[in-house]
Nanobody, 124 residues
Framework: QVQLAESGGGLVQAGGSLRLSCAAS????????MGWFRQPPGKEREFVAS????????KYVDSVKGRFTISRDNAKNTVYLQMNSLKPEDTAIYYC?????????????????WGQGTQVTVSS
């Protein structure tokens, strides 16, 4: 089992920044890639960003490219999501997840463990 603890969510004005963190514990040796998803109010969960263990392969959904940055610290088993120039449409519950590396990392099915989610609210 892998446990994930997210932090860093909150309320911010449009144009502001937040940094989300997600610390993994437990069977962390099984972790290959890590990712962030989000679920806006009344909508389905959607992919935001992913990063492989080496950090060499990073993917973003088009709507956050140039504004969000995913990174990880393998020594701390932690993944981060730096979110800049936030927009009201970024409002959502943000989830981190871990993957053994198999499957399409832009799809939820590729991830085995999920955090409880952290709320991000961007006011206009």
């Amino acid at each position: 089992q892998v446990q994930l603890a997210e932090s860093g969510g909150g309320l911010v004005q449009a144009g502001g920044s937040l940094r989300l963190s997600c610390a993994a514990s437990g069977r962390t040796f099984s972790i290959n890639a890590m990712g962030w998803f989000r679920q806006p109010p009344g909508k389905e969960r959607e992919f935001v960003a992913s990063i492989t263990q080496s950090g060499h392969s990073i993917k973003y959904v088009d709507s956050v490219k140039g504004r969000f940055t995913i990174s990880r610290d393998n020594a701390k088993n932690t993944v981060y999501l730096q979110m800049n120039s936030l927009k009201p449409e970024d409002t959502a519950i943000y989830y981190c997840a871990t993957s053994n590396g198999f499957g399409d990392l832009q799809r939820p099915y590729a991830y085995q463990y999920w955090g409880q989610g952290t709320q991000v609210t961007v006011s206009s």
